[in-house]
């Protein structure tokens, strides 16, 4: 699995977001977006998702040297982010089986791993907002998915959430592509063996 990015530039109002960024991810590399909020991280993101059309450029998926069009990607992209929001009227077994409907997973025992065993019964929307970021994160992390992007993982994580979360990244990370926004909580990207300043995109 490959990700190439050709100067790849984003604007709205005629004002860059970001402008020719050119670069090549491949399986096992793990590379943190960094920038402040509002900088453009998730945008990037969105961008390389394929959620967001690009204004300049392109992105390029391939699998073993044969190209995946933008609207098959989705397949291989796992993905947790504050602007993606859980089916708040489900269950979290529920939204764990509707997911796999859809994408398998890589355990069987979710729940369990996501340490919300006396929650599973429980609606979604009666959900702490750091159990919530909980779920979406095992969602993303647990999926059979080639690529996962995370924007801010850390949001509304506590201390006990942090240590969870960094576990899951060492059981999880390997021959994945994984990208990372954040704005320089190093909890969140500690990993990571890649960088890239979204300022020094700004035209």
């Not at 355990?107 to 919530?132: D, H, P, R, T």
Request: charged share 25%; proline share 2%.
């Amino acid at each position: 699995m490959k990700i190439n990015l050709r100067q790849l530039g984003k604007k709205y109002n005629n004002e860059w977001i970001f402008k020719d960024i050119t670069l090549e991810f491949s399986l096992g590399n793990h590379c943190v977006i960094l920038g402040g909020n509002g900088s453009g991280k998730s945008t990037l993101l969105q961008t390389i998702s394929g959620f967001q059309i690009p204004s300049l450029g392109t992105v390029q998926y391939t699998i073993n040297g044969t190209d995946v069009s933008v609207e098959n990607i989705f397949k291989h992209i796992s993905i947790a982010s504050p602007y993606l929001e859980l089916i708040e009227d489900f269950t979290l077994q529920e939204i764990i089986d509707y997911q796999a409907r859809f994408k398998p997973f890589k355990e069987k025992n979710i729940v369990e791993i996501m340490q919300l065993e006396k929650a599973k019964n429980k609606a979604i929307k009666y959900y702490s907002s750091g159990m919530k970021q909980r779920v979406k994160l095992a969602l993303a992390i647990l999926s059979k998915s080639p690529i996962l992007l995370l924007d801010e993982p850390l949001s509304n994580i506590d201390k006990n959430g942090v240590e969870w979360y960094k576990n899951m990244i060492t059981d999880y990370s390997s021959n994945r592509i994984i990208l990372v926004c954040s704005n320089n909580q190093k909890d969140e990207y500690e990993f990571c063996t890649d960088t890239l300043f979204i300022e020094n995109y700004k035209k």
